[in-house]
C-alpha cells in the first residue's frame, strides 16, 4: 500500500495536518473496495483530489473517471447526461445517447455538489448505488452497470435532508465512509508552508523573485480566517507575486489582499438564515469576489501594458469598459470619479514617468480593493441587484443568467422565489 506521503508527492498536496493526513489515509484504504464515499469539507479546502486518488488506486484505474459537477447542469438534461436517452425521449432528442453511468462501466463517477441534484434524479441515483440499475431517460429498458461513485459537498446536508431537499435514504447510502478535509484555519501549521509553496510556484511562472513573507505577515497569515480556503491562500499568493516591487511582504501590506472578515461577511450576516440559503448567498459572494479579483487582474494587466506601449485612448476606452464591469451602471458619479483616476494614469503613460505609473498602478489597486469592501457591504443588495441584471441582460432567460452568475439554475430559481422577483 502506498504510504501517505507517497500519495501527497504523487497529487501534489502540501501540507502534514494530522486531519489531512487521516483524510488522505481513509481514500488509500477505501480505495481498493468499492464502498461507497461522500467527501465533505468548505469550499476550497481541496476536495476534488480524494476521488481522484480512490480512482487511481482503485482496480478501476485503467476504467473511465468521470467528473461531474451536479449544480452547473441543468434540472431539465441532468436525468439524459446522467443516464442517457432515448432517440424522440424529447423534444431536440435526435438520437439516442449514452449518459455517463453507461460510459463509465467499470470506472468511477465523482459527482462534485451533489447536493444540488434534483429529487428525481435523487430516485434514479439511489437505484444505481443499490443494485446497479438505470433506465435511459424516455426507454423502458432496465440497464446494468457497474460503477463505483464518489460524491463531494460544501453543503450541510443534514440541514438539506430537513427541508426535504435530499434523500435521507440516499445520504446514507452514498456516505458509508465520510471524508472530511479541515478548513484552512485549522490548519494552522501547514498555511505558511502552503503559502511558500505557491509563491515559489508563481515566482517561477511569472519569472520574478520568490515574495517572502516578514514575521508580522505571518502572524496574519494565520490569525486570518480564509473563507475561501486554500484556493483563497493561492489566489493571495499569485497577486503578491504579481504586484509587488518590495519582495519581502509586511503586514501592512498583505492586509490590503485580504477582504475583512468583520461582520459584514457572509458567515456573520448569514447567521440569522438557514445554512443552506448560506451556502448559496456564499456561492454568490464568492463569485462577486473572484468575478472582481479578475476584473482587477484585468486592470493590473491593462495598466502594465499601458506603462509598456499602446495609445492612450484606446487604453482608456478599455479602462471604462472594465470600471463599467465592476461598478455595473448603478454608480455614475464614481464611475466618473474612477474615469478620471484613469486619464490621471493615461497623461502619466504620455509623460512616461514610470514612478507615477507604478504610484498610479497602486492606486488603482486601493481604489478596487475600496470597491471590493463597499461591495461587501450590501450584500443581499448586490444579489438582488445582480441577479436582476443579469436576468434583464438575458431577456428572463434563467439558464443564460444562471450561467453568468455562475450558480445553477434551481438556486438562481430559489433567490427568484426568495426575492419575489
Ligand atoms: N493540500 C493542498 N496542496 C496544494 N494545493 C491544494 C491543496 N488543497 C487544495 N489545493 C488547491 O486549492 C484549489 C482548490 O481545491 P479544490 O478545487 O479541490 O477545492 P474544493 O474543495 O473542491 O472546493 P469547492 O467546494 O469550492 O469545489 C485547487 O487549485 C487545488 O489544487
Ligand atoms: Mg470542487
Known amino acids: 500500500m502506498e504510504s501517505v506521503q507517497a500519495i501527497k508527492q504523487r497529487f501534489g498536496i502540501i501540507g502534514n495536518d494530522p486531519k489531512l493526513n487521516r483524510a488522505i489515509e481513509k481514500a488509500i484504504q477505501v480505495a481498493p473496495t468499492d464502498i461507497s464515499v461522500l467527501v465533505t469539507g468548505e469550499s476550497g479546502v481541496g476536495k476534488e483530489s480524494i476521488p481522484k486518488i480512490i480512482h487511481q488506486l482503485s482496480h478501476r484505474k485503467h476504467g473511465k473517471y468521470i467528473a461531474v459537477n451536479c449544480g452547473a447542469i441543468p434540472e431539465g438534461t441532468i436525468d439524459s447526461e446522467l443516464f442517457g436517452h432515448e432517440k424522440g425521449a424529447f423534444t431536440g432528442a435526435t438520437s439516442t445517447r449514452s449518459g455517463y453511468f453507461e460510459v463509465a462501466d467499470g470506472g468511477t463517477i465523482f459527482l462534485d455538489e451533489v447536493g444540488e ?46 427541508k426535504e431537499k435530499f434523500r435521507e435514504d440516499l445520504y446514507y447510502r452514498l456516505s458509508t465512509i ?108 464568492y463569485k462577486v469576489l473572484f468575478d472582481m479579483k479578475s476584473d482587477l487582474n484585468d486592470l493590473k494587466k491593462l495598466t502594465m501594458e499601458l506603462m509598456k506601449n499602446g ?23 464614481d464611475l466618473e470619479e474612477t474615469i478620471e483616476d484613469l486619464e490621471v494614469l493615461a497623461i502619466s503613460e504620455n509623460s512616461e514617468s514610470k514612478e507615477q505609473n507604478t ?30 441584471k443579469s436576468l434583464e441582460r438575458h431577456n428572463g432567460k434563467r439558464k443564460l443568467a444562471a450561467k453568468e452568475l455562475g450558480i445553477s439554475e434551481r438556486t438562481l430559481y430559489r433567490k427568484i422565489k426568495q426575492y419575489d422577483l
Not at 434534483?118 to 423502458?140: D, M
Not at 509563491?199 to 514575521?215: G, H, N, Q, R
Not at 504586484?243 to 468583520?262: C, F, K, M, W
Not at 495609445?311 to 458619479?333: F, M, P, R, T, W
Request: a negative charge; aromatic letters at 6%; proline letters at 3%.
Open 117 to 162: 441534484l434534483p429529487l428525481t434524479t435523487q430516485v434514479r441515483l439511489l437505484r444505481v448505488l443499490e443494485n446497479g440499475e438505470f433506465i435511459k431517460v424516455g426507454s423502458s429498458k432496465v440497464q446494468k452497470t457497474d460503477v463505483r461513485i464518489v460524491a463531494a459537498t460544501n453543503v450541510n446536508m443534514f440541514e438539506a435532508i430537513k
Open 178 to 285: 465520510d471524508i472530511n478535509l479541515p478548513p484552512l484555519r485549522e490548519r494552522k501549521e501547514d498555511i505558511h508552508l502552503l503559502f511558500r509553496k505557491f509563491a515559489s510556484d508563481f515566482a517561477l511562472k511569472y519569472k520574478m523573485p520568490t515574495v517572502k513573507l516578514a514575521e508580522d505577515a505571518v502572524n496574519l497569515l494565520l490569525k486570518y480566517r480564509w473563507n475561501g480556503n486554500i484556493r483563497q491562500l493561492r489566489n493571495v499568493a499569485e497577486q503578491l507575486s504579481v504586484l509587488e516591487h518590495n519582495r519581502t511582504i509586511d503586514a501592512v501590506t498583505l492586509q490590503n489582499y485580504l477582504p475583512s472578515t468583520g461582520s459584514n461577511l457572509p458567515a456573520v450576516v448569514s447567521k440569522s438564515k438557514s445554512e443552506s440559503d448560506f451556502s448559496s448567498e456564499r456561492e454568490i459572494l
Open 311 to 333: 495609445s492612450a485612448s484606446d487604453v482608456q476606452k478599455e479602462n471604462e469598459h472594465l470600471i463599467e464591469k465592476i461598478y455595473g451602471d448603478s454608480n455614475s458619479d
Open 359 to 388: 504610484e498610479s498602478v497602486e492606486d488603482l489597486y486601493h481604489f478596487a480593493e475600496e470597491i471590493e469592501e463597499e461591495e461587501t457591504l450590501s450584500l443581499q443588495d448586490k444579489e438582488l441587484e445582480l441577479i436582476k
